[in-house]
């Protein structure tokens, strides 16, 4: 296994593709990769998403997006999920989840975007703003 990131592999390739352009000295395969090229890619490759978005289901896609609209934070959460065990009511399947998927949960919450498990849709909580 390599240390490398994706970041140094796409750079690597991205000067050989730069390479490839001025070494076939214009054999019909048009323009030489510029600069301006090259920062524009690394421009679009900083702004996308990660690879490997977060999975969850819809409903708790749904319970995340309603806790944001309404100014909920993630310690009300944990909270509501610690008082799982003292109440006597049965808990809810959005909070079983929480509780045995928490980090997960923490992450999409923080991240503020993830893939729905069920649609395979990306939701960005920004958009939903």
């Given at each position: 296994m390599s240390n490398e990131t994706k970041r140094d592999v796409?750079?690597?390739?991205?000067?050989?593709?730069?390479?490839?352009?001025?070494?076939?000295?214009?054999?019909?395969?048009?323009?030489?990769?510029?600069?301006?090229d090259k920062q524009a890619y690394l421009k679009d490759y900083d702004n996308a998403l990660p690879d490997d978005l977060l999975v969850i289901p819809k409903s708790i896609s749904e319970y995340i997006k309603n806790l944001h609209k309404f100014h909920r934070d993630l310690v009300d959460?944990?909270?509501?999920?610690?008082?799982?065990?003292?109440?006597?009511?049965?808990?809810?399947?959005?909070?079983?989840?929480?509780?045995?998927?928490?980090?997960?949960?923490?992450?999409?919450?923080?991240?503020?975007?993830?893939?729905?498990?069920?649609?395979?849709?990306?939701?960005?909580l920004e958009d939903e703003k």
């Open positions: 796409f750079n690597d390739l991205l000067e050989e593709l730069a390479d490839a352009y001025i070494t076939l000295e214009g054999e019909g395969i048009g323009d030489e990769l510029t600069n301006e959460v944990f909270g509501m999920v610690r008082d799982l065990g003292i109440t006597r009511t049965e808990p809810t399947g959005v909070l079983v989840w929480v509780t045995h998927n928490i980090d997960t949960f923490a992450r999409a919450w923080l991240l503020e975007v993830w893939k729905i498990k069920e649609t395979g849709e990306i939701v960005k």
